[in-house]
């Protein structure tokens, strides 16, 4: 069974900094495009960054480019989100989701995220 | 930056069809994705590449894309079926994901 396992979350101010990590089990995650993707409270889905299957790409939303650095260990199946500089407005559960398989004819960009784990909240507050 | 635009809700009577619809521009030039995110729940991938349905989600969900909409439909509607439906797309241009705003769809 896919798996994705979040954790990391907390509260923290503004100003700080948090580390994301994903555990992922039951694929090749070597093999595969990485993302987080964000979803304040009462609000919708906002993708954040996302990282190719060798570490050799990775894309960020404007808001968190510079702050937010995507990261992944494939020896130990694992994905990361250094978060720096945190905001009010980062305060968000934050998903882990899969991107496409990237292990033949690599895709560009992960296409679509598929599964995700269950998240983990992140507070930014005083 | 690209926009996709949904209506913000959509309700629908058991057992009758509801159309989600997602408006982007030159929408048809682009893969559209669907995703279904019940209360207190993550998302799930319900429609991928416009129409294909993953393994697991019934029939009853189906996707288009034709000009500047693409289009999520639900027939059949089920009281299970609320939830929350985003559109996403990934933009080459600006090299971003891109979700929509959401439609929440309640079956009366």
């Known amino acids: 069974e896919v798996q994705l396992v979040e954790s990391g979350g907390g509260l923290v101010q503004p100003g700080g900094s948090l580390r994301l990590s994903c555990a992922a089990s039951?694929?090749?995650?070597?093999?595969?495009?990485m993302s987080w993707v964000r979803q304040a409270p009462g609000k919708g889905l906002e993708w954040v960054a996302t990282i190719k299957q060798d570490g050799s790409e990775k894309f960020y939303v404007d808001s968190v480019e510079g702050r937010f650095t995507i990261s992944r260990g494939n020896s130990k199946n694992s994905l990361f989100l250094q978060m720096d500089s945190l905001r009010v407005e980062d305060t968000a559960v934050y998903y882990c989701?899969?991107?496409?398989?990237?292990?033949?004819?690599?895709?560009?960009?992960?296409?679509?995220?598929?599964?995700w784990g269950q998240g983990t909240l992140v507070t930014v507050s005083s | 930056s690209y926009v996709l635009t949904q209506p913000p809700s959509v309700s629908v009577a058991p057992g009758q069809t509801a159309r989600i619809t997602c408006d982007g521009n030159?929408?048809?030039?682009?893969?559209v994705h669907w995703y279904q995110q019940k209360a207190g729940q993550a998302p799930t991938l319900v429609i991928s590449?416009?129409?294909n349905r993953p393994s697991g989600i019934p029939d009853r969900f189906s996707g288009s894309n034709s000009g500047n909409m693409a289009t999520l439909t639900i027939s059949r509607a089920e009281a299970g079926d609320e939830a929350d439906y985003y559109c996403?797309?990934?933009?080459?241009?600006?090299?971003?994901?891109?979700f929509g705003g959401g439609t929440r769809v309640t079956v009366l």
């Open positions: 039951g694929f090749t995650f070597s093999n595969y495009w």
């Open positions: 996403q797309v990934w933009d080459s241009n600006s090299e971003h994901m891109i």
């Open positions: 989701a899969r991107g496409i398989d990237c292990s033949g004819d690599c895709y560009p960009h992960p296409r679509w995220f598929d599964p």
């Open positions: 030159k929408s048809a030039n682009k893969r």
């Open positions: 590449d416009d129409s």
